[in-house]
C-alpha cells in the first residue's frame, strides 16, 4: 500500500511586475501585506495567491510543454492538496506562517496575462486560491502545509411554551436547520448546530444569548416570540445583547410579504449583531421561517464577508 502524497510546498515564487510569470526563489518572507518585493503586496484581501501541482500538470498538456512553477502568478506552489476544493475562511499554516484564504479563482487578465498570451487559457483563474496573511514568517520549498478548515458555530432556539412541553412538534428549528445546513453546503463551509427548545421565558433565552456570544457563537437563529402577546418577548430579549442593529433585512421582508398578507406587517423580527455573532429572531410558523430564510440567505456570505474584513467587490 502506497504512502499518501505529504502536503507541502514544491516552490516560492516572486514577481515585481503584475502581469508576469513569478520567478522561484530560495524563500519568500510575508508580512502584514502579503510577500515582501512581490507586485501583488498589498492592503487587500488577496496578497498570497497558491495554485496546486495537480492543477499545473492539468495544464501542462493544453501548453505543450513543462510549464515552471510561477508562471501561472502563483507565489506558493503546492502538492497534496486539493486548493480549489477550499473555503473563505479556511486556514493554512505554512512553515511559521499562517494564511487564511479568502478567494477561489478570480476573474482571468486575458491578454494582460503572460501564459494567456501564449497559450490562450490560464489554469489560475480556476482552479488558484488567494489568501491574507495572519501570521507573518518565512516560506520555503519542502515546507509542510497543515490545513484547518473553518466550522461554523450556530445556535438554533425555538421559543415555545406548548412544544417544550410536548405537546406538538417543534417544526420551525428543524426548518431553520434545514436551510443553514443547504447554505453551508453550497459555499462548502462546515458547520456545527447547537439546536435547543425552550419555553416563552426570558430569563431562559438571556442565558442562552449569554452562551452564545461568550462562547463565541458565528450566528443566533430564534424562532418565535415575534408577536405582541404577554409571553412574546423576543425582540427584547434579543435587543439588549445586540450592539449593530441591521434593520434592512428583516424592513424588506415584512414589506415583500406583507403586500399580500398584512398580517406579515406585525412581525417583529430583529437582525443584528451580537458582537461577532450574527443574531436573527424569526416568527414562529413553518411557513415564515421558509420566507425569511429564504431572504436572509441571499445576504448572509456577503455578511460573513463583510465581518471578516474580506473586501470581495
Not at 40 to 53: C, E, K, M
Not at 249 to 274: Q, T
Not at 284 to 301: D, Q
Amino acid at each position: 500500500m502506497s504512502s499518501p502524497i505529504p502536503v507541502k510546498v514544491l516552490s516560492v515564487n516572486i514577481s515585481e511586475k503584475k502581469g508576469t510569470i513569478k520567478k522561484p526563489v530560495s524563500y519568500i518572507h510575508l508580512n502584514e501585506l502579503g510577500v515582501i518585493k512581490d507586485a501583488h503586496a498589498g492592503s487587500w484581501h488577496r496578497q498570497v495567491s497558491l495554485l496546486g501541482i495537480e492543477s499545473i500538470q492539468k495544464f501542462t498538456g493544453q501548453a505543450n510543454r513543462e510549464v515552471a512553477f510561477g508562471e501561472f502568478a502563483e507565489n506558493i506552489s503546492t502538492e497534496g492538496i486539493v486548493l480549489y476544493e477550499l473555503a473563505p475562511l479556511d486556514k493554512l499554516s505554512i512553515g511559521e506562517t499562517e494564511l487564511e484564504v479568502t478567494q477561489i479563482g478570480k476573474k482571468c487578465h486575458g491578454s494582460g496575462c503572460a501564459i494567456y498570451n501564449e497559450v490562450g487559457n490560464c489554469v489560475m483563474p480556476k482552479e488558484g486560491i488567494f489568501a491574507r496573511v495572519i501570521k507573518q514568517g518565512e516560506v520555503k520549498a519542502g515546507d509542510e502545509i497543515l490545513l484547518e478548515r473553518k466550522k461554523f458555530r450556530v445556535m438554533v432556539v425555538t421559543l415555545s411554551d406548548r412544544a417544550s412541553r410536548g405537546e406538538y412538534e417543534d417544526l420551525s428549528g428543524p426548518e431553520i436547520i434545514r436551510n443553514l445546513e443547504s447554505f453551508f453546503a453550497e459555499n462548502r463551509w462546515l458547520c456545527e448546530i447547537d439546536y435547543r427548545l425552550i419555553s416563552d421565558d426570558p430569563d431562559k433565552l438571556k442565558a442562552l444569548f449569554t452562551i452564545a456570544g461568550t462562547e463565541k457563537y458565528d450566528m443566533l437563529f430564534t424562532t418565535g416570540g415575534t408577536g405582541i402577546g404577554p409571553r412574546d418577548n423576543t425582540p427584547e430579549v434579543a435587543r439588549l445583547f445586540v450592539n449593530k442593529e441591521i434593520p434592512g433585512i428583516m424592513e424588506a421582508i415584512r414589506l415583500k410579504f406583507g403586500v399580500e398578507k398584512p398580517n406579515a406587517l406585525l412581525s417583529r423580527g430583529v437582525a443584528g449583531l451580537m458582537g461577532e455573532t450574527f443574531v436573527y429572531v424569526l416568527p414562529g410558523s413553518v411557513k415564515a421561517i421558509k420566507e425569511y430564510m429564504g431572504e436572509i440567505l441571499k445576504t448572509l456570505r456577503h455578511l460573513v464577508f463583510m465581518l471578516n474584513g474580506i473586501d470581495v467587490h
